[in-house]
Nanobody, 125 residues
Framework: QVRLVESGGGLVEPGGSLTLSCAYT???????IGWFRQAPGKEREGVSC????????SYKDSVKGRFTISRDDAKNTVYLQINNLQPEDTGVYSC???????????????????WGQGTQVVVSS
């Protein structure tokens, strides 16, 4: 059974940085995994995804250069490093995963099957 557990959210001042972690278990084959954000009053959107077999990544255009997805295979953990945080980055960040590797390309929430509980990020002075 797939399980995803996020950690690392919090309150950050504008311009600050944060690293989110997603520990995953239960996969028996290659998969796609990524980070999704839901701002207040908005739909959940994919910000960055990765395929497990070779680490290829995708990013939402608006976060390129500030967000970095990475992984530690020994720890079965995927990270999201966020730099120069802005108030519009505020939201619930969730780790999502899917059994189809190529889902990482579009990184669309509606196509992912497994979800963590989410972690709140608030960017405010």
């Amino acid at each position: 059974q797939v399980r995803l557990v996020e950690s690392g959210g919090g309150l950050v001042e504008p311009g600050g940085s944060l690293t989110l972690s997603c520990a995953y278990t239960g996969f028996t084959t290659y998969f796609s995994i990524g980070w999704f954000r839901q701002a207040p009053g908005k739909e959940r959107e994919g910000v960055s995804c990765m395929r497990s077999s070779n680490g290829d990544t995708s990013y939402k255009d608006s976060v390129k250069g500030r967000f970095t997805i990475s992984r530690d295979d020994a720890k079965n953990t995927v990270y999201l490093q966020i730099n120069n945080l802005q108030p519009e980055d505020t939201g619930v960040y969730s780790c999502g995963a899917g059994d189809v590797e190529l889902l990482f390309r579009r990184c669309e929430a509606r196509t992912f099957d497994y979800w963590g509980q989410g972690t709140q990020v608030v960017v405010s002075s």
